[in-house]
């Protein structure tokens, strides 16, 4: 039975596939990566027609539902090997056996919702036995065959990498079936309706970022002062917007929510319009109507601006149809600035807002399918933003499968033929 066994990656196994570098990842990263997959992992099965997630695409290939079930095994007994490893002398690790477990168990005829939340429940369990790990315990070792040893460090960057693989086996096995029934992947949009810096370098607006994921509501990654413009010069009616994301309170990126909502107003608007942003951002939009529209935060009208507060860290939120997470960056604010990851019909888009390096971008980029970051200068050093110089000198690190670079000054665009990653320009757009 142990000649059947599939060997174990390597202490430094590199996934080309899904840009995946054991040695490279630190256990801090591989946690932020843990924390998002269950959401990710729910929007791709749920972006699978319902009819199809039990099919195999081909004979040895799983379904969707096995996968499912896969994972939440994997999280249960990672769990268990992590906790054995750090509390007992070198372990022998029992394999999990994964064809016989989705034989005896019927991966394929699970309660798939229910699987799930199993699985949600399992790698925040993981996550909780990786807290309890000190320092000194990562070097610690455990066998599964004879000449496998593999350290508890190992046993995270693996769980991590075996949720990030299996995603993308998802989103494809999703793909495959709706091309061979004749249907179609969810399309998603990314849209630069604005792309600029504060002071309209290069003639463009501020940022604005449109995803679109179907025919959901769009939602806005920022909402600069020239927002309701540079959406209008796109052919988007502002009134479609379900929802604006702010990455931090600076007008080039939260100045254009009056004008939104007044314009709403006046023409006569009746969805919703959810608005997300960092601690502060209800009491700064009321402050911002009242400074530019005296007597407008306080004017009923026929829809609800509903504002939530995004904390850094803290679990993923539900907005618009999409899950959206928020990890601190370096700006230099005296309210906080987000990086933001967001989840919709099976499509992951990280957006670093404005920030100086920070490794919890490499965490926010990690297996994403387009990652949009700020390069405000070239090689300059200017405090608290990014320049292409950091994101060149960080590469290797930005595990995303695409990264385009927006809010550049003119001294960054005068090097636009220099660059060494996708520029965004008002109206650039991106079917992912």
Request: charged share 25%; with cysteine.
């Amino acid at each position: 039975m142990h000649a059947s066994l599939p060997p174990l990656a390597a202490e430094d196994h590199v996934c080309d596939a899904c840009a995946v570098v054991y040695r490279e990842t630190r256990v801090d990263e591989a946690v932020g990566v843990l924390a998002d997959l269950p959401d990710a992992i729910r929007e791709a099965v749920h972006a699978v027609p319902p009819e199809t997630r039990r099919v195999r695409p081909e004979p040895g290939t799983w379904s969707v539902a096995e996968y499912v079930c896969h994972l939440r095994d994997v999280y249960v007994s990672f769990t268990i090997r992590l906790h054995r490893v750090r509390t007992e002398r070198q372990p022998a690790l029992e394999p999990m056996f994964n064809d016989l477990r989705a034989r005896r168990f019927g991966y394929n005829h699970c309660d798939l919702a229910a699987t799930l939340d199993e699985l949600a429940a399992a790698a925040a369990g993981f996550r909780a036995e990786i807290a309890r790990t000190a320092e000194q315990d990562w070097e610690r070792t455990a066998t599964r065959l004879p000449g496998e040893q593999r350290s508890a460090r190992w046993l995270v960057r693996q769980a991590m990498h075996e949720g990030v693989h299996h995603l993308g086996d998802i989103r494809r096995i999703g793909d495959t079936l709706r091309d061979a029934a004749g249907g179609a992947r969810t399309r998603v949009t990314v849209t630069f309706a604005g792309s600029g810096d504060a002071f309209g370098s290069g003639g463009c607006c501020q940022a604005c970022i449109v995803v679109r994921a179907g025919d959901r509501a769009p939602i806005l990654l920022d909402c600069g002062a020239t927002s309701p413009m540079a959406l209008k010069r796109q052919g988007i009616d502002p009134n479609t917007v379900g929802a604006v994301l702010i990455s931090h309170l600076h007008v080039d990126h939260f100045g254009g929510l009056p004008q939104l909502i007044l314009d709403g107003q006046f023409r006569r608007r009746v969805a919703p319009l959810t608005v997300a942003g960092p601690v502060g951002t209800a009491e700064r939009l009321t402050a911002a109507l009242e400074l530019m529209f005296p007597g407008s935060s306080t004017v009923r009208r026929r829809f609800d601006v509903d504002v939530i507060e995004l904390r850094p860290g803290a679990a993923a939120t539900k907005i618009g149809g999409a899950s959206v997470r928020a990890v601190a960056v370096d700006h230099g604010m005296p309210t906080a600035s987000l990086g933001l990851r967001v989840e919709v019909a099976g499509t992951s888009i990280a957006y670093s807002g404005d920030t100086a390096w920070t490794d919890a971008l490499v965490d926010l980029a990690h297996g994403s399918d387009l990652f949009i970051a700020e390069s405000y200068f070239w090689d300059k050093p200017v405090p608290h933003h990014l320049r292409h110089a950091d994101l060149l000198a960080h590469r290797d690190r930005l595990a995303s499968r695409r990264i385009v670079l927006t809010h550049m000054s003119d001294d960054m665009l005068s090097h636009a033929g220099e660059a060494a990653f996708d520029l965004a320009h008002d109206g650039y757009a991106i079917d992912l």
